[in-house]
């Protein structure tokens, strides 16, 4: 597919892995306006994109996400409610909706400063990895006010409630390394190595089968609200669902491998995923 343009989004690709690039980096990324509408289009536009096989959300230039902007998001639509309005709702769209959902595996690439609001789409994605240089921080503190809008519930999200509630009440600001031992993100290499480990992983995904990635993600998601019989009965019907949706046949591809091939067991071989039609042996 050609790829939109976007006044303040970038598309990158390599291979089966799509960049999603938030792009004002003069401004450490903050989000505007424009930059939700676009983010909006753009999350959309990949949807169904058959190119895409993992998506990348990541900031340009020393940023990941210094958060909202607070003259053009806040200041700059408070005598505009009809933009005020769009800008929110499209904030939460692509924020959340929109990715927790993304139905292809979601890494979030965290490059640089990644402040308040820009925590959320982080939490979005399904992994994330962290530059070791990066900053992470809650700083709202410091200026009078609270962690808004889903904020202070995605920081309860990524981190324990006693670590959650030190970055809030203090504003503390804590490195990659740092993020890795509260639980925010899977793990942080130098900024140099950065993009080079986020592909290796995207690469190493890709040769899952995506149907069981995707049932997957979404089952993690949904269980983690849920009680124990509740759980397994969802876990029942997800299961069941995706015999249904998998067109590779990963299961009988996987129990042939395991039962009759010998050529996968869990740890000391590698599970060889087969296109569409090629369910037999080789």
Known sequence: MVDKTFETVKIEREGGVTFLIMNRPEKRNAMSPQLHFDMEDAVDSLWHDEQTQVLVLTGAGPAFCAGQDLRLYFRGTESDPV????????????????????PKLTIAMVNGYCFGGGL???AACDLAISADEALFGASEINWGILPGGNV???????????????????G?????????????VNYS???ANLREETIALATRMMK??????RFTKEAIRTVRTMSEVDARDYLAAKSAALMFRDKE????????????EKSFRPGLGDYQRRPSGSDTKE
């Open 83 to 102: 933009t005020q309005y769009k800008a929110h709702e499209a904030s939460d769209n692509w924020r959340w909706l929109k990715l927790t959902r993304f």
């Open 120 to 122: 959320t789409q982080m």
């Open 152 to 170: 202070s519930w995605i920081m309860t999200l990524l981190m324990s409630y006693r670590h959650a509630m030190h970055y809030a009440v203090t």
């Open 172 to 184: 503390d600001t804590f490195d990659g390394k740092r993020a890795v031992e509260i639980g925010a």
């Open 189 to 191: 290499v130098p900024l």
């Open 208 to 213: 899952k089968n995506p149907a069981a990635v």
């Open 249 to 260: 046949g990963g299961r009988q591809q996987g129990m042939r491998q395991f039962l009759d």
